[in-house]
């Protein structure tokens, strides 16, 4: 492991997405890629309307441009951003319906589901056709377990929920990028102890992370839209595919976890209850949102529950 090597792809990362950053927000403003409010969000949102979107750009190339200056290995280091991008696209593809073709609602959600579904499946290929090991490790207990074909069933099914998972968490200023560069910071640590060889696409993707975070975070000046926020799925359920930690992503992932649930259990408790509402509003930072917090709140106390959990993947690891 070259440290020296994971940190310049880390500050490589970080000053790429900041120059991109300068450079590219006002080229969105003049497009007029300005992002649509719904009228059934929470109405202190809609001052953003506006905003420039699409921003996952920024740090989807500052990723890709420190993997070539830092790159040098074969093989599963570049499926890593192959996957990143895949899943980027078909954000890009929803993104660009809304705003350049003016409707609103994006992607029918059958046609994005089956876009992810493609991508998932396309990790799980490469997967099989790279010998990749079927196991998952039970932690804790020690346990192993061999799920053969099983385990592309998780990769795809995992791929998608998590990718849907970073698409819920991208509703506040900062959050969703946020909360998924303490995750990445995490995957540098754990793919050194466990010598994956993922930590410079790692570092890369975290420094993109944190120069995207400066135009990003409250008040935001640009937003990711589904093309960072999906992409954010592609990543970090490659890498945890990759690094054989599948199932750790429901500790260190408790975020992305917890924001699906609470939009399974909002539209079915509305269902079975004829109209009552489980949440004042799902995904569930909304919630909290219209329970008075303010939205850097929000984002402070998520974070701070990821770094917790990450800190705590770290032990088990350990």
Known sequence: MNIAQIALAGLSGFGIALVLGYAGIPLLHKLKFGQYIREEGPEAHQKKKGTPTMGGV???????????????????????????FAFGLVGAADDFIKIVLKHNEGLKPGQKFLLQFLCSLGLAIYLYLTGHATTVTLYITGVTLDLKWGYYVL?????????????????????????????????????????????????????????????NAYPARVFMGDTGSLALGGFVGTMTFLMDIPLLILLFGIIYVVEVLSVILQVGYFKLTHGKRLFKMAPIHHHFELKGWHETRVVAIFSIVTALMCILCLAILA
């Open 155 to 215: 990769v795809v099914v995992g791929m998608m929920a998590l990718d849907n998972g970073t698409n819920f968490t991208d509703g506040l200023d900062g959050l969703s990028t946020t909360v998924t560069m303490i995750i990445t910071v995490f995957l540098v640590l754990a793919s050194a102890m466990l010598g994956s060889g993922l930590e410079i696409p790692a570092a890369a993707f975290a420094g993109a992370l944190m120069g995207f975070l400066f135009f």
């Open 58 to 84: 920024i740090f989807l190339l500052g990723f890709l441009a420190s993997c070539l200056l830092f790159g040098k290995e074969p093989g599963k280091y570049w499926i890593v951003p192959v996957m990143t």
